[in-house]
């Protein structure tokens, strides 16, 4: 167990519909990390929050947005979805905010999004 | 632009055998990092490694060992005496940041038989 959550673990949805990803870090760790990883595009780093600031932004559509809130979970919302959606999203936390060279990091378990 | 490639979509080995997997990555920067990461059959990612461009010493955990060679832009990971629990899908990564701003590797699924 890496002590990071995510919830929930399934969700199937329709087109067009809107989802929100949960995910509760490491105690302790500060940044919250979100990939994507589908058949089509593989794994993708989509954004970091780092203490409730967002520090970097990857292949992250403008139909998706996060937030890192002050007890330092984290949501992905997701909108407007589309088949393409479809894929296992990560969560991940470390101490740091980037480049703290011992630096580990820890991933939750995924959550599955099956757009129908 | 940067760009990590994984030639190797998969690898069988048989228990016991050495088993080394390739990296080979793109980047105009001087400084960046590279990673690798394990996905197991059961889905999760667990974070193996990261290495600074300045720090080129080979890196050795248990069983596992890291060659970080600039001149030929490679980050090969070699699992030795490889076990039935090695077998997962391995993702070679890289970074411009130092953090986990991180561009993959389509993955390496490594089988090892019993």
């Known amino acids: 167990d890496s002590g990071v959550t995510q919830t929930p673990k399934h969700l199937i949805t329709a087109t067009g519909q809107r989802v929100t990803l949960r995910c509760s870090p490491r105690?302790?760790?500060?940044?919250v990390y979100w990939y994507q990883q589908s058949l089509d595009q593989g794994l993708q780093f989509l954004i970091h929050y780092y203490n409730g600031e967002e520090r970097a932004k990857g292949n992250i559509l403008e139909r998706f947005s996060a937030q890192q809130f002050p007890d330092l979970h984290s949501e992905l919302n997701l909108s407007s979805l589309e088949l393409g959606d479809s894929a296992l999203y990560f969560c991940?936390?470390?101490?740091?905010?980037?480049?703290?060279?011992?630096?580990?990091?820890?991933f939750g378990p995924g959550t599955r999004l099956t757009v129908l | 632009a940067q760009k990590v490639t994984q030639a190797q979509t998969e690898i069988s080995v048989v228990e016991k055998e050495d088993v080394t997997l390739d990296c080979v990555y793109e980047t105009r920067d001087t400084t960046y990092y590279l990673f690798w990461y394990k996905q197991p059959p059961s889905g999760e990612l667990v974070f193996l490694i990261r290495?600074?461009?300045?720090?080129?010493q080979n890196e050795i955990s248990g069983r596992y060992s890291w060659n970080f060679q600039k001149s030929t832009s490679s980050f090969n990971f070699t699992i030795t005496a490889s076990q039935v629990v090695d077998s997962a899908v391995y993702f070679c990564?890289?970074?411009?940041?130092?953090?986990?701003?991180?561009?993959f590797g389509a993955g390496t699924r490594l089988f090892v038989k019993a």
């Open positions: 991940a936390s470390s101490v740091a905010p980037d480049s703290y060279y011992t630096d580990t990091q820890y």
């Open positions: 290495r600074n461009s300045f720090d080129e």
């Open positions: 105690s302790g760790d500060l940044s």
């Open positions: 990564a890289l970074s411009n940041t130092g953090g986990f701003k991180t561009i």
